[in-house]
């Protein structure tokens, strides 16, 4: 009699202790469940406070972007290109940077007058003036349709293999960045009241040589409010030579860009926004297109 409750005792022993067992493994589980959800719960009201904040910001601040770089150079005296910002929303850092893509080089341009290995090459001189370690690999599309014909370049990822956003635009002011020089979008004019010297080199060639470049450059410091005409007399060109320069220079941006950087304590996102205007006819009125890429 003694020696069977011994045995019923260590029986009921064993199943308390195999039921503790899946105890904790069934609050371990929900323990790891409950992490999970509150994990993507977060991610989920990051990500719906970046995107609202995205949106509002390219809203905003896009279609305002060459009034903001206007004022920018008044209070200056100088050409701008690019203006750098720094909010917060919520717990998200957010460095923004409002720029002028038609005092860029364009690729497409770049394409349109010379071999793709002489674009490669004039693009490779430009990084020289960054500290990025992209590789140039230009990829430009090849259209079957004329009649659907667009630029050939649409994205920094045709040009550069690995594209990765924090070599295209870093994220600190002091660095120079490749996107301060080059771009993918708008007319491909260059607006020579904010290019640089090697940005006008670079489109103008071979029509004007580095004399003609240095006078014009002196003309717009001495003279910031000087229109197209006037800036390209300064330079002394030939009426043959200026016939085949207006086309490819402007004294008006046509095409913007924001930047976004978006920082938290887990993970930095890049956005970009681009917007230009086109008008078919003077007589009609413009139209703009946004692109936006996501990193």
């Not at 050939?152 to 635009?169: E, I, L, M």
């Not at 930047?259 to 993970?267: A, H, K, S």
């Not at 926004?273 to 139209?287: G, I, L, M, N, S």
Request: aromatic share 6%.
């Amino acid at each position: 009699m003694t020696r069977h409750r011994i045995r019923q005792s260590g029986y009921v022993l064993v199943m308390a202790l195999v039921l503790l067992v899946i105890a904790a493994v069934a609050l371990s589980s929900m323990a790891r469940r409950s992490l999970r959800a509150a994990v993507e719960a977060n991610t989920t009201a990051e990500q719906l406070q970046e995107d609202w904040g995205s949106w509002s910001i390219q809203h905003t601040l896009l279609p305002e972007a060459e009034r903001l770089i206007t004022e920018a150079e008044e209070l200056t005296g100088e050409p701008t290109t690019s203006l750098r910002h720094e909010l917060t929303l919520g717990d998200m850092n957010v460095i923004l940077f409002i720029e002028d893509e038609s005092a860029k080089v364009n690729v497409n341009h770049l394409l349109s007058k010379q071999e793709r290995y002489e674009a490669d090459t004039q693009i490779t001189e430009l990084l020289r003036e960054t500290e990025s370690q992209l590789t140039v690999r230009l990829r430009p599309h090849q259209w079957k349709d004329a009649a659907e014909q667009t630029d050939p370049v649409a994205s920094y990822g045709q040009v550069f293999d690995p594209c990765r956003p924090d070599a295209v635009r870093p994220a600190d002011e002091e660095t120079v960045a490749i996107s301060d020089m080059l771009t993918c979008w708008g007319d491909q004019k260059l607006n020579i009241k904010r290019a640089s010297q090697l940005a006008l080199q670079l489109v103008a060639s071979p029509e004007m040589d580095r004399i003609a470049i240095q006078r014009l450059i002196d003309a717009r410091a001495s003279s910031p409010d000087a229109s197209l005409g006037k800036l390209l007399a300064a330079a002394q060109l030939s009426e043959d030579t200026l016939k085949k320069i207006q086309d490819k220079l402007t004294d008006k941006s046509s095409c913007q860009s924001i930047w976004l950087i978006n920082q938290t304590d887990r993970q930095t996102r890049w956005r970009q926004y681009v917007r230009w205007a086109t008008q078919e006819k003077e007589d009609q009125p413009e139209q703009a297109f946004t692109k936006a890429f996501i990193w």
